[in-house]
């Protein structure tokens, strides 16, 4: 997993090399900007492990040419999906 930020454009981007359910390989990518709620998510399979790290490093390669640095996550809360309460999904 690689976390980056483009401190300029105020995005960030997240690339994961792991497998989907069925075995096959996948790169997720997961992206968004900072000063607003939208964030996308994209899984692209690979035939084998091989071609989606080949593309896992030509990623994080082009990313940094567009101006992202390596950061960490100051709020994993911003990113964690959240579990929700049944007493608060009831209309009463």
Known sequence: MIYMTNP???RFYWILL???L???WCIRKIYG???NNR???VWIP???E?????AFTETEYSKRQRGYIYDDIDNVDYF???PQIINKLRVS
């Not at 091989?50 to 080949?54: Q, S």
């Open 8 to 10: 300029v454009k105020k």
């Open 18 to 20: 792991q497998q989907d």
């Open 22 to 24: 069925s075995g096959t």
């Open 33 to 35: 900007g900072f000063e």
């Open 39 to 41: 964030c996308r998510e």
């Open 46 to 48: 690979y035939p084998s």
């Open 50 to 54: 091989l071609y989606a790290a080949k």
């Open 80 to 82: 964690a999906l959240k």
